[in-house]
Structures are given as structure tokens and as C-alpha cells.
């Protein structure tokens, strides 16, 4: 029986991703704190009528419970005379105080707020997942300080300026919510720098949705990570746009990995300028990598599977491949006598002191070399047509018995 088709598995960058998590970190701490001061709070004396005892323990009364202890008023100058209680309330027609119906003054969710805030309401009925915030951010209790006004503008924003859809909306701040504590003029700046780089609308909507804390950086630090690696890899304005749009999340990592992962490819895998230019180019993420990782896979490569730079500068994707995937299928291949791969007829005026040359390659006929784009398919049984010219089962039982 034929097991289910397996995805190439795409290595994982731990290392970086958890430098770029504590940079985003701290962008994110940086938009609560300004929040916080532009929050005025009224300092409310505490009134000496009320015995300290009684504070303390409504006090405690709150902590554990979050339900607040209120003194009973008594109404005893006429001011429910004239009511009628099967009425509405109004300053006209007070009704007796009933703590009830106010909301809890202490909670550790906001579920006990959100039929007592039209603006949580209003946030659950354009989809944004009140649970995940609270799960994955500690800004919840911010959000009960937010003002309908100011999130509508912010909403409006998204809509006229960015381009969102309405169903779209919910789920971007659900997964950015820190979007909603940031001035509106702050965002707009950040939006207008990208129109002022001759960045199209569908590519401002492209680079906030697929990086979500983009409108959270400001634009001095855009600018001199986009401007850093504008110069490094010697790109023409277009051709930094093009990588932006690919992979907007490259400029939060800092220049200090992608500066050494630029090296080990200058000084230990014998990339040139111009290669190294068109490898960010057609496969930005692959300088979001761990260095490491990548010179191990391309030793193999190079070993192993004799694939020059040239090649690889065509096919990047193979150097942020898991290894064990690509070891399974060059070694399916070699067992069928099929590891020779087409390489790439473009050459360099500079010699690739990398390139491994072979008297079985040389022999081999065109049309029987192994495509680097089939080799790569996601797809396993793709992978057994297309490159081994084989059926998906007979690459499935190598699986297994491997």
C-alpha cells in the first residue's frame, strides 16, 4: 500500500528565529509602555468613612474573586419618591443602585468584560480571537482602555490605506493586537515610507499581512536595514523591492546573520558578488538561515551529489532542504543509476574552484540528467516520475526498508 505523498521538510532556523522573537519582543514592549503613558489615570483618594478593615477585606474580596464589595445606600430623602421601576432608568427616573449588573472590577480573562464592553463586542463580531490574545500576548487588559473612536480610525486605516477586507480584518489583529494600541500617525508614516519607495498598494497589503509586526517598526530602523542590505549586495531599488515583497520578515533579523552568513559564502563556498546577488534575490529566506545548517547541506551537494555554484545559484532552495530528504533520494537515485543532474550551462569568467568534475557526467547524455526542479518536488511520488522515472511505490518501499 502506497503511504501518503511527503513534503520536503524546509530547515528550521532555531537559533535566529528565537533572536528574531525577542526583537519583536521588545518593539512590542516598547508600543505597551508608550500606550501606558499616553493613558491618563485619576488617582481616587480613599474616603476616611470607610473603616480600613472593610478596605482590606474588600480587597482581598476582589483579588480572589474579582467581585467588588459596594456599601449599601440607603435612599432615605426622597430620592426614589417620584421613580416608577417599570421604567427605564434615566437621570429623570433614578432606580436604586444594583452592583449586579456592573462588570467584574478583577479578572483574569476578558470573558467576564465582553458583555459589558461594546468595544470587545464589536472586536468578537469582526473576528478578532479575544482567547489567542490573551494566550499568546499579556495586553488584554489594555484593550479595556482602548476608545471605539481611535480603534475605528485604526480600522479605517486598514481598509482605505492598506487595502484589507472586511473578513480579513479580525484574523490580522488577531495575530497583531499590538496594531490597535499604536497612533494612528505613527502607522500612517510607516505606510506612507513605503508608497514614498514606489512600493504598489497590493505590495504594502503583501508586506504587512505576511510580516504582522511590520507597521510596528519604525521608520528609521526600515530604513537602515533596507538601505544596509541595498548596499551589501550592491541592488538597484527595484531589485531590494523584489526581496521585500518575497520575504518582508528579513529586515527584523538584524544585519548581523545575514553579514555572517554573506561571509561563509564569500569566503568558504566561493559565491561572487554577482551570484550572491542573485541568490538573495531568488531566495531571500535562504540568508534567514543558520549558517551552519547551510554549509552543511551545500558540502554535500557539492561532495556528493556534484553540483556546482552556478547550479545552485539557479536552485537555492535545495540549500534550505532538510539533508536527511535530500540524502533519501540521491541515494534512491544512485541505486537506479540516475544521480547525475543537469547543471547549469551559464559560467562565470572566474573559475568555481567548488566544481567537482566527473568522467560519468561528462558521458552522460542531455536528456538523461536529473532536473534539479524534479528532484525538489514536494511532492514523493512527484519526485519518483518526474526525477526517477520510477512508480511513487518503488520509492516508498526504499523508504521503508532505509
Known amino acids: 500500500m502506497i503511504s501518503a505523498p511527503k513534503q ?20 512590542n514592549n516598547n508600543i505597551i509602555k508608550s500606550f ?45 419618591d417620584n421613580s416608577v421601576l417599570s421604567e427605564p432608568p434615566s437621570p429623570s427616573n433614578p432606580h436604586p443602585f444594583d452592583a449586579s449588573e456592573l462588570p467584574p ?3 483574569h480573562s476578558l470573558v467576564p468584560y465582553v458583555n459589558h464592553s461594546p468595544l ?3 472586536l468578537v463580531d469582526i473576528g478578532v480571537d479575544l482567547a489567542e490574545i490573551e494566550n499568546t ?11 471605539m473612536e481611535d480603534v475605528l480610525k485604526k480600522i479605517e486605516l486598514m481598509q482605505n490605506e492598506i487595502g484589507f477586507e472586511n473578513e480579513e480584518i479580525g484574523a490580522y489583529l488577531t495575530r497583531n493586537p ?30 504587512v499581512d505576511e510580516y504582522r509586526y511590520w507597521l510596528n517598526c519604525n521608520v528609521q530602523l526600515i530604513d537602515s536595514r533596507l538601505g544596509w542590505i541595498q548596499q551589501q549586495f550592491k541592488l538597484s ?29 564569500t569566503k568558504e563556498l566561493n559565491f561572487n558578488r554577482n551570484q550572491l546577488k542573485a541568490l538573495i534575490v531568488t531566495d531571500p529566506r535562504l540568508f534567514m538561515m543558520d549558517s551552519k545548517l547551510v554549509s552543511r547541506t551545500y558540502k554535500y551537494v557539492r561532495d556528493v551529489m556534484r553540483i556546482n555554484n552556478e547550479t545552485l545559484v539557479e536552485n537555492p532552495f535545495i540549500l534550505r532542504c532538510s539533508l536527511s530528504v535530500i540524502k533519501s533520494r540521491h541515494d534512491f ?19 568555481d574552484t567548488s566544481e567537482v568534475v566527473s568522467p560519468e557526467n561528462s558521458s552522460n547524455k542531455h536528456s538523461e540528467l536529473v532536473r534539479l526542479e524534479h528532484f525538489l518536488h514536494p511532492s514523493d511520488a512527484r519526485f519518483a516520475m518526474l526525477a526517477a522515472k520510477t512508480f511513487p511505490v518503488a520509492y516508498d518501499k526504499f523508504l521503508r526498508s532505509s
Do not use: C, W
Not at 481616587?44 to 464589595?69: C, D, M, W, Y
Not at 500576548?137 to 476608545?147: D, E, K, V
Not at 537515485?333 to 573559475?351: C, D, M, P
Open 8 to 27: 520536503v521538510r524546509i530547515v528550521t532556523e532555531t537559533n535566529l528565529q528565537n533572536a528574531f522573537t525577542e526583537e519583536e519582543k521588545e518593539t
Open 36 to 80: 501606558e503613558d499616553s493613558v491618563t489615570t485619576t488617582d481616587l483618594s480613599e474616603t476616611t468613612t470607610i473603616p480600613s478593615s472593610v478596605i482590606a477585606e474588600a480587597r482581598k474580596l476582589k483579588a480572589e474573586t474579582g467581585k467588588a464589595t459596594y456599601r449599601k445606600i440607603e435612599y432615605t430623602e426622597g430620592e426614589l
Open 105 to 107: 472590577v478583577h479578572s
Open 120 to 122: 470587545l463586542r464589536f
Open 137 to 147: 500576548t499579556s495586553i488584554g487588559r489594555h484593550l479595556l482602555r482602548l476608545q
Open 178 to 207: 499590538f496594531f490597535l494600541l499604536q497612533n494612528v500617525n505613527d502607522m500612517q508614516t510607516r505606510l506612507n515610507y513605503l508608497e514614498l519607495k514606489k512600493f504598489t498598494k497590493a505590495e504594502r497589503r503583501k508586506i
Open 237 to 265: 531599488a527595484k531589485s531590494t523591492r523584489e526581496i521585500i515583497v518575497k520575504e518582508p520578515r528579513i529586515i527584523m533579523f538584524g544585519t548581523g546573520p545575514i553579514e555572517r552568513i554573506l561571509k561563509m559564502f
Open 333 to 351: 537515485l544512485s541505486r537506479l543509476g540516475r544521480a547525475h543532474y543537469q547543471l547549469s550551462e551559464n559560467r562565470e569568467s572566474k573559475k
